[in-house]
């Protein structure tokens, strides 16, 4: 019984295809890409009757076999090799009542393929109010297969999908169509060159090409004899064959399909009314955006807190229960403090997803694109690069891989070079805690300076997307055909099954994928700044106790002791008061004293850290790219900070907070601490308005994300742009801030 | 002159010409776009561009550039 039934399922986009697959497999599924490329694979088993099971494998949504985009590709390329060990013993083609036509253009294909296909009809629950009546008996004939009517929306037909599944054995392989009809003597000269071969699969080798430039993808190898014929002629005879393949499918359906006109279609018509309307379909999106926003800088807040909390207290308990020593310090600052790092961000990851599934989910994204198609265009981008650019607010990551839907590569290209310019959300920590630090505090109009910057920042990053889109599509010599065609699917309620897998699919990708990078770095982090070679290193403890001796603390230190020992002595009388109790001023100076050694001692650590980072390995890099730092005001552990960023933007406080030696995240802390840092030649504030608009600037405009120069190359296949995105952002950052530092100072 | 998509009115139908092989991209074939087939333009964008349009019961959004390719016979009697 060991022997699972291979089962692929094949279908138009809006199908329903999805629903069809987490019906059958439930929870039981796993999300991976196809070696080498991006485009995702799902998979999963499904229980079928009398004790047989089925890998399901969830292929991407194509409209026929004809390749027009890498996600189709995956699809024929899977079909067409026998040895593939994914190879499906039998393929599921999903339909849908209302598009029958046009799905089953795709099911000929298959069927053509001799390839043993069911046919699934889904959301039949639609059938009486579109007034659609359907001969199953007849299509089965006239088709040659077997046909389950399905509605994944309420739970209907999905066991009479795995009964035709574990019987696929008796579905016939016979194909429906004859296309060597389209041209007789081409396919002829075809045979007699390849007489043990199948001719349609040969047809479909040959055609592969035509009508996509692939960018990754392994080309099939094809014997100089067999391209008799140019691009165009075989253009012209694929056209041939779907005209061919149209004429039978009108003829089934004349036949088997009835449809009363006279039903309802109201819904769609008034809903395209109002969200494609030239005023209120923009200010309707204009209000989604909003929200969206709002859910991710401002609902996202509470988990994150909590989340914060949390792996501080666990850092913090490891730290005291563990003994203490290397592993356990790896273990508190570098694994504990990585791993906080990544899963801080699966709130927003995951409202993020959770407002685009519904978008998507429910057709309205398509009307998104229409509206801003137009728009988009003069900056050589597309209507489907919205989606992206929105996507980057939160992170450019899964932004570059929702490109993929865009059918032109110029316009993919100039979307994936551009997207990282728009506000992630990793930008966010550096920009609140710089700006409360040099935007003073004030009021414009009722708004606050410090929300005004932000807000600035966010115009900054998107108009430096838009900008650098027209820049690039100016230059770029890159010829392609603007072929945008786009399905308006009908709107549809969303599923929430749907919605709750992709969102739970999508944040463990991202916490898996991202987490592995910023763990690394903050390991490799942790490494570097407790680790060095000089004498001053090793015997930093001495050095700094004496240097106590003689000199006492650091001005900041002396400050913070004085604060926190008054503040202590007031919340001391404050709770004598409350309890009544009454303490001879002996004990209470007994207590203070013990506090003030505490703090002492706190103190004396944090200098001793300070001082030992100051000569770690990390330290030492850090003096040496001070010349290059200063010309934009920022002091040798800035440029640290500055420098890790390029691994991931986010590290930036986390290692000012390591630098500082403040012993804690808690942004108050680091702030208190920057403010207090004082520039030794000028003996002035290190941080004031035109070093933090300088750093602000920076981080707008640098490529500082390890990420997403890796997705990146993955998407475009080459080192060359992902290089290029990091020189040239990188160096145009360096300018504005130099240029802002310098003009401002 | 001969009519295109392009030159649709909102609410108004035509019937798709035949149409010189090679031009029109094969994905827009798939989706119905066939000789024959009735095209009812069903909204249009701001700014004009893109167009969406029925055909064939198929609903799609097209760039202008493209849709001034299909020729087509305009429905005169149609509504609105």
Same mark, same amino acid.
């Given at each position: ?37 991006? %485009? ?8 079928? &009757? ?13 409209? =026929? ?8 590709? %995956? ?14 013993? /039998? ?29 699934? +009809? ?5 059938? %009486? ?43 016939? /392989?016979? &194909? ?18 390849? &007489? ?26 094809? &014997? ?5 014929? *140019? ?60 929200? +969206? ?11 994150? !807190? ?44 995951? $409202? ?72 992630? *959300? ?40 838009? $900008? ?15 072929? $945008? ?35 690394? +770095? ?7 700044? *407790? ?12 050095? /700094? ?14 400050? =913070? ?106 942004? !108050? ?58 020189? $040239? ?17 | ?12 139908? @035509? ?6 092989? @090679? ?12 000789? @024959? ?19 064939? @019961? ?23």
């Amino acid at each position: 019984m060991s022997k699972q039934i291979k089962v692929a399922l094949i279908g138009n986009p809006n199908t329903g295809k999805t629903s069809v697959f987490n019906q059958l497999t439930g929870l039981k599924q796993k999300v991976g890409n196809y070696p080498g490329i991006t %485009v995702e694979k799902k998979e999963g088993i499904c229980k079928l &009757p009398r004790g047989v099971k089925a890998h399901i494998l969830d292929l991407p949504g194509t409209y =026929s076999l004809n390749t027009t985009s890498l996600d189709e590709s %995956v699809v024929v390329e899977l079909l067409l090799n026998k040895n593939d060990k994914d190879f499906p013993d /039998v393929a599921v083609v999903i339909s849908d009542v209302e598009n029958l036509k046009r799905n089953l253009l795709l099911f000929t294909q298959i069927k053509d393929l001799k390839i043993p296909a069911i046919l699934v +009809i889904n959301m039949a629950d639609r059938m %009486v109010r579109k007034g659609i009546s359907l001969d199953i008996d007849l299509l089965e004939e006239k088709l040659n297969t077997k046909i389950a009517l399905v509605s994944t929306r309420k739970g209907t037909g999905i066991d009479k999908v795995k009964e035709l599944i574990a019987d696929y054995k008796n579905l016939s /392989v016979e &194909p429906n169509i004859d296309t060597t009809v389209i041209a007789p003597e081409y396919f002829d000269k075809l045979k007699s060159t390849f &007489p043990n071969e199948d001719l349609y699969k040969l047809w479909l080798v040959i055609t592969q090409d035509v009508n996509f430039m692939p960018i990754e993808k392994n080309p099939i190898t094809i &014997p100089a004899s067999f391209k008799t014929k *140019s691009k165009p002629e075989l253009k012209r005879l694929q056209q041939k064959e779907t005209i061919l393949r149209y004429q039978f499918i009108n003829g089934i359906l004349k036949q088997a399909y009835k449809v009363d006109v006279n039903a309802a279609k109201g819904l769609r018509a008034t809903l395209d009314k109002i969200l494609t309307h030239k005023v209120f379909g923009y200010l309707i999106f204009f209000v989604i955006l909003l929200t +969206i926003f709002q859910a991710i800088y401002d609902w996202s807040s509470y988990p994150m !807190d909590f989340i914060d909390a949390l792996f501080a207290s666990g850092s913090e308990w490891v730290k005291n229960t563990l003994p203490p020593g290397v592993f356990t310090d790896l273990i508190a600052e570098g694994i504990l403090a990585g791993i906080g790092g990544v899963v801080i961000f699966i709130p927003q990851i995951a $409202f993020l997803f959770l407002f685009i599934s519904l978008l998507e989910e429910s057709g309205y994204m398509s009307r998104v694109v229409f509206l801003m198609d137009r728009l988009m265009r003069p900056f050589g981008l597309s209507g489907k690069s919205v989606v992206p650019l929105i996507s980057g607010t939160a992170c450019a990551i899964p932004a570059i891989m929702a490109t993929r839907t865009i059918e032109n590569w110029k316009e993919r290209l100039i979307t994936i070079l551009v997207t990282p310019f728009t506000t992630c *959300s990793a930008r966010l920590p550096v920009y609140l805690i710089i700006i409360a630090l040099v935007i003073p505090d004030g009021r414009f109009l009722g708004l606050s300076y410090q929300a005004l910057t932000l807000m600035l920042l966010y115009l900054i990053g998107f108009g430096a997307a838009i $900008f650098s889109a027209m820049i690039l599509n100016k230059i770029m010599k890159i010829k392609t055909k603007t072929f $945008f065609v786009m399905e308006m699917p009908n709107y549809k309620l969303p599923l929430l099954k749907n919605v709750v897998y992709t969102v739970l699919e999508k944040t463990k990708s991202f916490v898996i994928g991202a987490g592995k990078i910023i763990l690394a +770095i903050s390991i490799i982090l942790w490494f570097l700044g *407790s680790n060095g070679y000089s004498d001053d290193f090793y015997n930093a403890e001495t050095i /700094v106790k004496q240097k106590i001796e003689k000199e006492g603390f650091t001005d900041f230190n002396v400050e =913070s002791m004085k604060s926190s020992l008054n503040s202590y002595k007031e919340s001391l009388h404050d709770s004598l008061a409350r309890n009544g109790a009454i303490l001879d001023k002996q004990a209470i100076t007994d207590s203070l004293q013990v506090k003030e050694i505490l703090l002492r001692q706190k103190a004396e650590n944090q200098e001793i850290a300070s001082y030992k980072l100051e000569n770690s390995y990390m330290g030492i890099a850090g003096k040496a790219i001070a010349p290059i730092v200063h010309p934009l005001g920022y002091d040798w552990k800035i440029g640290i900070a500055v420098l890790t960023s390029f691994a991931a933007r986010e590290v930036f406080v986390g290692t000012l907070a390591t630098i500082y030696s403040v012993g804690s995240d808690e942004e !108050d802390t680091i702030k208190n601490r920057m403010a207090a840092e004082i520039d030794p030649v000028t003996k002035k504030p290190l941080f004031n308005l035109a070093s933090g608009i300088s750093l602000l600037l920076f981080y707008a405009f640098a490529m500082q994300c390890m990420s997403t120069l890796a997705i990146v190359k993955r998407e475009t296949n080459t080192w060359k742009w992902p290089a290029a995105q990091l020189v $040239f952002m990188s160096l145009f950052a360096y300018i504005v801030a130099l240029i802002a530092y310098q003009t401002l100072k | 002159m001969t009519t295109t998509v392009a030159q649709l009115k909102r609410g108004q139908k @035509g019937i798709i010409k035949e149409f010189a092989d @090679g031009i029109l991209p094969v994905k827009l074939m798939e989706m119905g776009c066939l000789p @024959g087939n009735e095209i009812e333009l069903v909204q249009v964008a701001p700014l004009k561009d893109p167009i969406y349009i029925n055909c064939n @019961g198929t609903h799609i959004a097209i760039r202008r550039s493209v849709a001034s390719l299909i020729e087509l016979e305009i429905i005169e009697d149609s509504p609105i």
